[in-house]
Nanobody, 119 residues
Framework: VQLQASGGGLVQAGGSLRVSCDAT????????MSWYRQAPGKQRELVAH???????KYADSVKGRFTISIDNAKNTVYLQMNSLKPEDTGVYYC??????????????WGQGTLVTVSS
């Protein structure tokens, strides 16, 4: 199983950006998909989390501005980011709990995509 994130880039404060993450490989089912970010010099933090059933939770700093969604048919998770702020700058990583059909679900990380918000 591999997670491939894409869609990062440079955007001005107040702008919008959507990042996506495709899960490929031997996938029987996906339990959860999440987005984390790591700003320069800081620890990685949870930004948004969604179960495959649509239950979501967000970091307080992004509530009302970011929306996570999962396309079940494509095994893809999106993060729509609106009203971006310079403090949203960082490398965004996708994470997923995936069951490959054997044993137990495992946790996977994508490689990250850089989001830079200029002031």
């Amino acid at each position: 199983v591999q997670l491939q994130a894409s869609g990062g880039g440079l955007v001005q404060a107040g702008g919008s950006l959507r990042v996506s993450c495709d899960a490929t490989g031997r996938i029987f089912s996906i339990d959860t998909m999440s987005w984390y970010r790591q700003a320069p010099g800081k620890q990685r933090e949870l930004v948004a989390h969604s179960t495959i059933g649509g239950s979501t939770k967000y970091a307080d700093s992004v509530k009302g501005r970011f929306t996570i969604s999962i396309d079940n048919a494509k095994n893809t998770v999106y993060l729509q980011m609106n009203s971006l702020k310079p403090e949203d700058t960082g490398v965004y990583y996708c994470n997923a709990d995936i069951f490959a059909g054997i044993g137990r679900p495992r946790n996977y990380w994508g490689q990250g995509t850089l989001v830079t918000v200029s002031s």
